[in-house]
């Protein structure tokens, strides 16, 4: 059964750094490009960042653009979110999702997999 597992979500300071694993497993993650959005209490699921299947390609929310950093290791079936200068409005559960094209963060339905979340609190 194809499943997304995020991790590495924590309590960070702002100006803070961390780094989200999302881990496949029941399925190979190098022919999917994979997604990373967040959710944030009373708000909608917000895109924030994609990555092609070779990582030739990566596109970032403006909201994020010069701070978040998406990867992927194909052999370790994981992709990363690698987020620095972290601000208080980047509170949010963050979950990962396999699509099979980087062309937009919606509709939602273009994302097949998703994970269950990882919460990132930022807050001194």
């Known amino acids: 059964q194809p499943q997304l597992a995020e991790s590495g979500g924590d309590l960070v300071q702002p100006g803070g750094s961390l780094r989200l694993s999302c881990t496949a497993s029941?399925?190979?993650?190098?022919?999917?490009?994979i997604g990373w959005f967040r959710q944030a209490p009373g708000k909608e699921r917000e895109g924030v960042s994609c990555?092609?299947?070779?990582?030739?390609?990566?596109s970032y929310g403006d909201s994020v653009k010069g701070r978040f950093t998406i990867s992927r290791d194909n052999g370790k079936n994981t992709a990363y979110l690698q987020m620095n200068s972290l601000k208080p409005e980047d509170t949010a559960v963050y979950y990962c999702?396999?699509?099979?094209?980087?062309?937009?963060?919606?509709?939602?339905?273009?994302?097949?997999?998703w994970g269950q979340g990882t919460q990132v609190t930022v807050s001194s």
């Open positions: 999702a396999a699509t099979g094209t980087c062309t937009g963060f919606s509709p939602l339905s273009r994302y097949y997999y």
């Open positions: 029941g399925f190979t993650l190098r022919y999917y490009a």
């Open positions: 990555i092609s299947t070779s990582a030739g390609s990566t």
